[in-house]
């Protein structure tokens, strides 16, 4: 005759489907078998239970995952009856049974065998069990209780036996009790009254009486008082009374509801969260519900568990998930759970964790031919979308028909086209993302051709000295230094050396000989262009002969600088005595 709720907290990845089933049979809602799943708990309600409607009960939960169950059993016992008698008169407990022999009965008076009495007599014929009172008196009033079992199992029935006074003020043989509940749940609290009739029943809610209603279903069956309630809410856990009244007095009976508050979140995560790689970050959250509430933290339907990484906490109510060093691995819908008897809730957050970005290969400084294409090239790592800004200057570049920019994966680049002078400069690079940025820099020049600071000077020599022509240079390198003799190209031997260093070209000679008289030009060649310049050297010698017996010396010169003629020398001859000027071949 009791309404029976059968509950099941359920967790996992939505959708859920739930089946309830009594043994192998599915059970169907109708009219009055009421099925839900809300919150995560799964509620079965089956009113005016009756014995066939003992048994096991499975819940099947579904998702595309899988499936599990949770197996309750649902024993049913018949109702309690209510016998009233007076003192004086005899009474007779009555119960057939059936059952495969051999059965053995048992009586109990307020949960304790009864003892042999005088008082009365127990006997069991016929599968007939029977407790006679011969004359009732007052203090045999309690709950009598028959069990009948065998090898296979046992049964039991309740019987209240109240023995009554002539005209008795009401009183309670079963007192209300405290009653835990659920929040969208129903409940009942009921009482067991003796006394004299008629009986009036009221029902109290901390001292305000209570109507019938859909909500509340009041009623007094057979010395048993009820209340019902549904769609239980979190403002009916009070204190509950019932009262009975008849015309010798009134008797009280008060029991507590307590409503358990599902968990539910009153402050939900954030929706999303921007960080960047290295970052620190906490993921907060308030809870309420009836303790104990048991929180769970999921990163992509994984639970988290404790680490150097994730630190958890729960205290007053408010759940902390504490992230540090975050890395892009860690991105990722993040999910708090919090579940206590009366249900669960969830909420999540969507943490986007990136990388600022950063040169992995920087352009260098370069110098560009005039009137050439020159192409800046880069690579650049990070998380993408970038967004990538160039500078010449510190004023922007667009693209257009001198600038050509382009990215590609993890390449970016600028074209200039046909380089002048005017396009020399500071060129930057900027990449940005959502969370951070990164330059990188350098000079483009145009090269130079190369030109000379210091140009060489004619010098003379005496045959078998030395001599060294000696030029500084400017331009853009690689210069490439070539020394001409009267248009032939000077090789270095034993007697002829080149160098460049430190932008210097220098010709050194030793040695000399006539031959090595005439017109030297240095000539300075890049790929921008090529400079030369000249100069001349002239060797002046000493020659021996012997004029008349004497050792005579002849030193002679070139007789004029325009006329390189190798045979006619204008030559000074010295002895003992002064000689005079002549020609000699």
């Given at each position: 005759?009791?309404?029976?709720?059968?509950?099941?907290?359920?967790?996992?990845?939505?959708?859920?489907?739930?089946?309830?089933?009594?043994?192998?049979?599915?059970?169907?809602?109708?009219?009055?078998?009421?099925?839900?799943?809300?919150?995560?708990?799964?509620?079965?309600?089956?009113?005016?239970?009756?014995?066939?409607?003992?048994?096991?009960?499975?819940?099947?939960?579904?998702?595309?995952?899988?499936?599990?169950?949770?197996?309750?059993?649902?024993?049913?016992?018949?109702?309690?009856?209510?016998?009233?008698?007076?003192?004086?008169?005899?009474?007779?407990?009555?119960?057939?049974?059936?059952?495969?022999?051999?059965?053995?009965?048992?009586?109990?008076?307020?949960?304790?065998?009864?003892?042999?009495?005088?008082?009365?007599?127990?006997?069991?014929?016929?599968?007939?069990?029977?407790?006679?009172?011969?004359?009732?008196?007052?203090?045999?009033?309690?709950?009598?209780?028959?069990?009948?079992?065998?090898?296979?199992?046992?049964?039991?029935?309740?019987?209240?036996?109240?023995?009554?006074?002539?005209?008795?003020?009401?009183?309670?043989?079963?007192?209300?009790?405290?009653?835990?509940?659920?929040?969208?749940?129903?409940?009942?609290?009921?009482?067991?009254?003796?006394?004299?009739?008629?009986m009036r029943v009221s029902w109290f809610k901390d001292g305000k009486e209570i109507a019938?209603?859909?909500?509340?279903?009041?009623?007094?069956?057979?010395?048993?008082?009820?209340?019902?309630?549904?769609?239980?809410?979190?403002?009916?856990?009070?204190?509950?009374?019932?009262?009975?009244?008849?015309?010798?007095?009134?008797?009280?009976?008060?029991?507590?509801?307590?409503?358990?508050?599902?968990?539910?979140?009153?402050?939900?995560?954030?929706?999303?969260?921007?960080?960047?790689?290295?970052?620190?970050?906490?993921?907060?959250?308030?809870?309420?519900?009836?303790?104990?509430?048991?929180?769970?933290?999921?990163?992509?339907?994984?639970?988290?568990?404790?680490?150097?990484?994730?630190?958890?906490?729960?205290?007053?109510?408010?759940?902390?998930?504490?992230?540090?060093?975050?890395?892009t691995e860690d991105s990722g819908e993040y999910m708090c759970e919090a579940q206590n008897?009366?249900?669960?809730?969830?909420?999540?957050?969507?943490?986007?964790?990136?990388?600022?970005?950063?040169?992995?290969?920087?352009?260098?400084?370069?110098?560009?031919?005039?009137?050439?294409?020159?192409?800046?090239?880069?690579?650049?790592?990070?998380?993408?979308?970038?967004?990538?800004?160039?500078?010449?200057?510190?004023?922007?570049?667009?693209?257009?028909?001198?600038?050509?920019?382009?990215?590609?994966?993890?390449?970016?680049?600028?074209?200039?086209?046909?380089?002048?002078?005017?396009?020399?400069?500071?060129?930057?690079?900027?990449?940005?993302?959502?969370?951070?940025?990164?330059?990188?820099?350098?000079?483009?020049?145009?090269?130079?051709?190369?030109?000379?600071?210091?140009?060489?000077?004619?010098?003379?020599?005496?045959?078998?000295?030395?001599?060294?022509?000696?030029?500084?240079?400017?331009?853009?390198?690689?210069?490439?230094?070539?020394?001409?003799?009267?248009?032939?190209?000077?090789?270095?031997?034993?007697?002829?050396?080149?160098?460049?260093?430190?932008?210097?070209?220098?010709?050194?000679?030793?040695?000399?000989?006539?031959?090595?008289?005439?017109?030297?030009?240095?000539?300075?060649?890049?790929?921008?262009?090529?400079?030369?310049?000249?100069?001349?050297?002239?060797?002046?010698?000493?020659?021996?002969?012997?004029?008349?017996?004497?050792?005579?010396?002849?030193?002679?010169?070139?007789?004029?600088?325009?006329?390189?003629?190798?045979?006619?020398?204008?030559?000074?001859?010295?002895?003992?005595?002064?000689?005079?000027?002549?020609?000699?071949?």
């Amino acid at each position: 005759g009791q309404t029976v709720t059968l509950q099941a907290a359920v967790r996992g990845s939505e959708p859920i489907s739930v089946t309830w089933m009594k043994g192998q049979e599915i059970i169907k809602e109708d009219g009055k078998i009421k099925m839900s799943f809300t919150n995560g708990v799964a509620v079965l309600i089956i009113p005016d239970v009756q014995i066939s409607f003992g048994g096991k009960y499975t819940c099947l939960a579904e998702n595309e995952a899988g499936s599990q169950t949770s197996v309750g059993e649902l024993i049913v016992k018949g109702l309690s009856e209510l016998i009233q008698v007076t003192a004086g008169d005899p009474a007779t407990l009555e119960y057939t049974v059936t059952g495969t022999p051999e059965l053995k009965p048992k009586w109990y008076k307020d949960g304790r065998p009864l003892a042999a009495s005088k008082k009365y007599r127990i006997s069991f014929k016929n599968n007939v069990a029977q407790l006679k009172f011969y004359s009732a008196e007052l203090h045999d009033s309690g709950q009598y209780t028959f069990e009948i079992s065998n090898e296979v199992g046992s049964s039991s029935c309740e019987t209240t036996f109240t023995v009554l006074d002539r005209d008795i003020a009401p009183f309670f043989t079963k007192p209300l009790r405290n009653v835990d509940s659920i929040v969208s749940g129903s409940c009942r609290l009921d009482c067991k009254i003796a006394g004299s009739l008629p009986m009036r029943v009221s029902w109290f809610k901390d001292g305000k009486e209570i109507a019938s209603s859909d909500k509340y279903r009041i009623a007094f069956v057979e010395g048993t008082a009820s209340l019902e309630i549904s769609r239980v809410d979190m403002n009916d856990a009070g204190n509950f009374t019932c009262r009975a009244t008849n015309s010798v007095g009134s008797k009280e009976s008060s029991g507590a509801l307590i409503v358990q508050g599902p968990a539910t979140f009153i402050e939900k995560l954030e929706p999303s969260q921007l960080l960047k790689k290295g970052d620190a970050t906490q993921l907060v959250c308030k809870v309420t519900g009836t303790p104990p509430i048991k929180i769970t933290w999921f990163v992509n339907d994984r639970e988290i568990k404790e680490s150097n990484k994730h630190k958890m906490s729960f205290v007053e109510s408010t759940a902390v998930l504490r992230l540090t060093d975050v890395g892009t691995e860690d991105s990722g819908e993040y999910m708090c759970e919090a579940q206590n008897e009366a249900g669960s809730d969830h909420c999540s957050s969507i943490v986007i964790v990136k990388e600022s970005p950063y040169f992995t290969k920087e352009f260098k400084p370069v110098e560009v031919l005039k009137e050439y294409d020159v192409m800046l090239l880069a690579e650049v790592a990070g998380t993408p979308p970038f967004e990538i800004t160039w500078f010449k200057d510190n004023t922007v570049l667009r693209s257009g028909r001198k600038y050509k920019t382009f990215i590609q994966d993890q390449l970016v680049s600028l074209q200039i086209l046909k380089f002048v002078a005017a396009d020399a400069g500071e060129y930057q690079c900027r990449v940005t993302n959502e969370v951070g940025s990164s330059t990188c820099s350098a000079r483009v020049t145009l090269r130079e051709p190369p030109s000379f600071v210091k140009k060489i000077e004619s010098t003379s020599s005496l045959r078998g000295g030395t001599a060294a022509f000696q030029a500084t240079l400017k331009g853009s390198l690689p210069i490439t230094v070539t020394w001409l003799k009267d248009n032939d190209e000077v090789t270095e031997d034993d007697n002829i050396r080149m160098t460049f260093e430190n932008n210097v070209a220098s010709l050194y000679l030793s040695g000399i000989e006539v031959k090595h008289d005439g017109k030297y030009v240095c000539q300075a060649k890049n790929d921008a262009g090529i400079q030369r310049c000249s100069a001349l050297l002239s060797v002046k010698g000493w020659f021996t002969k012997l004029a008349s017996g004497l050792r005579t010396k002849c030193r002679c010169e070139p007789f004029s600088r325009a006329v390189h003629s190798p045979h006619l020398f204008l030559c000074f001859l010295q002895n003992l005595q002064p000689s005079p000027r002549k020609l000699c071949p």
